[in-house]
């Protein structure tokens, strides 16, 4: 998702703020939910706090990698530092996973050797109090994203829209446990929550993969591409079309192919054209276009287009 410098501010303003708030909001909930799960010990509780206390750590890498993917290009770094964020995604996934496993071990203990809830309503406001928070935050991040399509506000925000659902677990779990009897329901809820997690872990490092291997953009912004540039009348063909993401930025590199008796002025300014239809549609983006006589240059049948 590309845009242009006004919007690219506004942009990195939107991902400093959001970044900010999702540390606040971890701060708070890593507070309150610890005093509940030693006034408590449930362990549907204590993987609320798990999964808070790793909010913190992942928000606070959060905040470090988009000051450094909204660091401009360098003399070092041509490019820019938009891999940051990736970079923090894949750091994510394997702690979400590890803390999730963290769980598991201790539901597991929990179903062996059953323990009563305590203090079961001072638990329930600070849970009823952890959700109010998470929604406001969630619809935060949610807006954020739909403006800029920052990697790592949609992994935070991933991670806060399943802590809704681990959260309204954790009340099911401590309701059915303190007032219903059903100890068990503590632990198998818990391990409720470990799945979310790992289903949260699966999806943020999938998409940081993708960014991190220099994967395509998805096949209908590659066709819109080809639209493009084969709408003006003097490209015969393209070939060699080549798409990537990394943070904010995207970058189109194309081959197009024309009348060979053409000049090198006229084939200049019809490349100049192309490029500006292309950053018309992709505001901000990178593009590198090169100039082929038709059929001179045969491409690789993998890269054919």
Known sequence: ??????????????????????????VLLVAIKTVAYFASHSVAMLASLAD???????SSLNLFAIRQALTPADAEHRFGHGKAEPLAGLAQGAFIAASALFLVIQAAGRIAEPEPIENSVAALVVMFLSIAITI???????????????????????????????????????????????????PIIALGVAGIMLWGA???????????????????ERAKIRRIVLGHGAVRSLHDLRTREAGLSTFIQVHI??????????????????????????????????QDPEGLEQPPAALRE
């Not at 808070?52 to 992942?58: E, G, K, M, N």
């Not at 999806?203 to 096949?219: C, I, K, N, Y």
């Open 1 to 26: 998702m590309s845009m242009d410098a006004p919007h690219m501010l506004r942009a990195r303003l939107l991902m400093r703020r959001a970044a900010i708030a999702s540390v606040s909001v971890a």
């Open 52 to 58: 808070s206390a790793l909010d913190l750590f992942t």
């Open 136 to 186: 406001l935050l969630v619809l935060y991040q949610r807006h954020v994203v739909n403006r800029t399509g920052s990697l790592a506000v949609q992994s935070d925000h991933t991670h806060y829209a399943s802590d809704l659902a681990s959260n309204l677990g954790v009340v099911v779990a401590i309701v059915l446990a303190a007032w219903a009897g059903w100890t068990l329901a503590d």
């Open 202 to 220: 699966w999806g943020v490092t999938h998409a940081s993969f993708d960014q991190l291997m220099d994967h395509e953009l998805p096949d209908a």
């Open 257 to 290: 192919e024309m009348d060979p008796a053409m000049s090198l002025a006229q084939a200049h300014s019809i490349s100049d054209a192309v490029e500006q239809d292309l950053l018309a549609a992709y505001p901000g983006a990178e593009v590198i276009i090169h």
